[in-house]
């Protein structure tokens, strides 16, 4: 057990402003989120295949871009310019959304959930990747949960806007607020650099005007090279595993369950208001106190443990018991996975802190909805209920928390210590 102080002294600004940075993104995120999501439910699980495979293909065209930025510009520059990209195209899809009636419906819709989805994958991987080169391994396991409750209080606050905006200011004004929280990231990135220039890691100070080199593709490279980032990578595709069958799942309830877009994006929020609270309760109730104590490795078997069982009781139970299973299983992803997972890069050189945890972030995961949201359909056609589905998962969800076992204690600084550069 750590006898080191929870926040030191000059770790507060970085923490306070760490914090609030994450606050903005997940608002930023979730203010949008239930009007991609009720999209999903108004046209039915069957169909996300074609979503995620449009997602998927956005997603390998930004790589390249984004794996160019990161070799070029150091990260006080190319960090703030992947936030001012998406800020560009929230103000593009304004106008389009005030002109709603004269252009398809579908062909908006679906390009908005191509758009939402690619913003969060770049934006918050981009996030855990700035703070993983903030920090070192032993400031990670301290600070990471406090800086994860950011995330979860703008989580909360995203779909409560939503909530209370939606039948206000319609999904045009709620981009305008997205954006203006973007806006606000920026201000906290460029107040992190200076932090970090005054508090490098290791004594690195060149750290923040380091450019990182290398090529685009060294993301995947490295990913399919290194034994240990394949096994970051197959952790990824489990974890996606349970969280898109269980997005499907509840896609189908809410579709059948809520006639009009306006209940099925009330209730999107709804979801997304109460995993949000649960996931802070676990962030201050558990997560923090395992990886103080213990490292990443309890916190990620923990999350394959919990998502297990919730999906092994909707086998069980089914029908509205997945709007329970899945606020349980999302709050414990974002609330206990992540945070955990996300610290394991503290350990690993910069190159793989940036390209490589990116490209898994993205990449492998848009392929992995691509991949079960085509399995489920495949499956459904020769006859699996949704008591197959969910125990396919919850398999799925044990050996997560296996693997994530695994990882975690294979990084750990006693066991096996990592250079950073």
């Not at 920090?135 to 406090?146: H, S, T």
């Not at 909707?314 to 996300?342: E, H, M, N, Q």
Request: hydrophobic letters at 55%.
């Amino acid at each position: 057990m750590s006898s080191r102080p929870a926040i030191q002294r000059h770790e507060w600004f970085a923490v306070v402003v760490a914090f609030a940075y994450f606050f903005c993104v997940l608002a930023a995120y979730y203010v949008i989120r239930p009007v991609r999501d009720q999209l999903s439910a108004a046209v039915g699980s069957t169909q996300l295949p074609i979503f995620y495979a449009a997602t998927l293909v956005a997603t390998l065209l930004l790589a390249p871009l984004f794996g160019a930025l990161v070799a070029r510009y150091s990260r006080r520059r190319f960090v703030p310019i992947v936030y001012l990209f998406f800020i560009a195209g929230m103000i593009a899809f304004i106008p389009l959304f005030q002109a709603q009636t004269s252009i398809d419906a579908r062909l908006l819709g679906s390009a908005f959930f191509v758009y939402g989805s690619v913003f969060n994958l770049f934006v918050v991987s981009v996030f855990w990747s700035f703070m993983a080169d903030l920090f070192d391994a032993e400031q990670a396991r301290r600070l990471f949960p406090v800086i994860a409750l950011g995330g979860a209080a703008g989580a909360i606050a995203g779909p409560a806007l939503t909530k209370a905006l939606v039948f206000v200011v319609g999904v045009a004004g709620l981009l305008v607020v997205s954006a203006v929280l973007l806006g606000i990231s920026i201000a906290c990135i460029y107040a992190l650099s200076h932090w970090s220039m005054q508090h490098p890691v290791a004594g690195d100070v060149r750290r923040n005007e380091r450019v990182i080199g290398g090529g685009f593709l060294a993301g995947a490279i490295e990913t399919f090279r290194s034994p240990l980032m394949r096994r970051f990578a197959l952790l990824m595709l489990l974890g996606d595993a349970v969280g898109t069958v269980i997005y499907a799942l509840l896609a189908d309830y809410s579709g059948a369950t809520y006639p009009t877009r306006e209940a099925r994006t009330d209730f999107a929020a709804s979801i997304d208001l109460y995993a949000n609270v649960l996931q802070a309760l676990l962030q201050v109730s558990v997560t923090r106190a395992l990886m103080v104590r213990f490292g990443p490795a309890p916190a990620l078997a923990l999350d394959g443990i919990v998502k297990a069982v919730m999906l092994g009781a909707l086998a069980v139970v089914g029908g509205p018991w997945i709007a329970v299973v899945a606020v349980v299983t999302r709050a414990s992803a974002y609330g206990v996975f992540k945070p955990a997972a996300d610290s394991l890069y503290t350990q690993v050189e910069a190159e793989t802190r940036y390209k490589t945890k990116n490209f898994i972030d993205t990449s492998v995961w848009r392929f992995g909805d691509l991949a079960v949201t085509t399995s489920i359909n495949a499956l459904r056609a020769i006859g699996a209920s949704v008591p197959v589905l969910a125990t396919l998962a919850m398999i799925a969800a044990a050996s997560s928390g296996r693997i994530g076992w695994i990882a975690g204690r294979s990084l750990e600084p006693e066991a096996k210590p990592q250079a950073r550069e």
